[in-house]
């Protein structure tokens, strides 16, 4: 329970929260409809896909910049964070989602809210589908993630920001059109517990948590995999100190994964 104790612990929080809120402000906000015709799928996708480079480039060497608790489960998987820390991380970010959404849904006009750009499948696409779909966008972006914030790299390529941004903005380019793009249980929850619908909403959390899983083991344990034994992944999972766990000096109270933060 060191990491209480740490004031790095409660600052990578509050970055939690405040980010989400304001990826799902922006995010959401640029995803309703102001005028009559059809939504632009672009408009919507860069809104998101910028909003989250913006987030990791002003968060990112604080939290990660998570900002979705599939991500934040993906490094619990990968066994680069404590599970204290993780469910605090996901508790910020539906708070913050949650936050962001009514903050947006005060400001907006009542003509304009709507449903305040809740996922929905498309009338065509089974539960079945979409869970599918949802399954492979958050793992192609899980694996962009965990590839541009891997710190045993050398000489990355271009901004790690841009690279996480880009990815999520494909997965909305492909996903608005069969489940409005998930890919963040955060996401989908905000808009869900203003608008009190939760049709089909399980799918958004089934999807990108087994993505986010099936993405971290593919990246840790088969395409780059680290070579941890069982009892120092053991060790990272409750909490233990740095040094106890990868040989930091003690004391200096770094989480894990921040050690991959090169922005």
């Known amino acids: 329970m060191w990491e209480l104790r740490a004031a790095s612990f409660w600052r990578a929080i509050f970055a939690e929260f405040f980010a989400t809120l304001f990826y799902v402000f922006f995010g959401l906000g640029a995803s309703l409809r102001w005028a009559p015709g059809p939504l632009h799928i672009l408009q919507v996708a860069l809104a998101f896909g910028l909003a989250l480079a913006t987030l990791v480039q002003a968060v990112g060497h604080i939290s990660g910049a998570h900002v979705n ?3 934040t489960f993906a490094f619990l998987v990968g066994s680069q964070m404590s599970l204290l820390r993780a469910l605090c991380y996901m508790a910020a970010q539906l708070l913050g989602a949650v ?4 903050v947006l849904y005060s400001v907006t006009p009542t003509a304009v809210r709507g449903n305040l750009a809740l996922n929905t499948l498309h ?5 079945g589908q979409a869970t599918i779909v949802e399954i492979f966008l958050t793992l192609q972006f899980v694996l962009c993630i965990f590839a541009t914030y891997d710190e045993r790299r050398n000489g990355r390529l271009g901004s790690v920001a841009l690279a996480v941004g880009f990815s999520l903005t494909l997965g909305h380019l492909f996903g608005m059109y069969y489940t409005g793009a998930g890919m963040n249980p955060a996401r989908s929850f905000a808009p869900a517990i203003l608008t009190r619908n939760f049709t089909n909403h399980w799918v958004y959390w089934v999807g990108p948590i087994i993505g986010a899983g099936l993405g971290s083991l593919l990246y840790d344990f088969l395409l780059c995999p680290r070579l941890k034994s069982v009892s120092e992944r053991l060790s990272i999972l409750k909490g233990a100190r740095p040094s106890e766990s990868n040989g930091q000096p003690e004391g200096t109270g770094e989480p894990v994964e921040l050690k991959t933060q090169a922005l």
Not at 99 to 102: E, L, P
Not at 123 to 127: A, I, K, N, T
């Open 69 to 71: 608790p599939a991500v």
């Open 123 to 127: 009338p065509g696409v089974s539960v």
């Open 99 to 102: 936050a962001g959404a009514a």
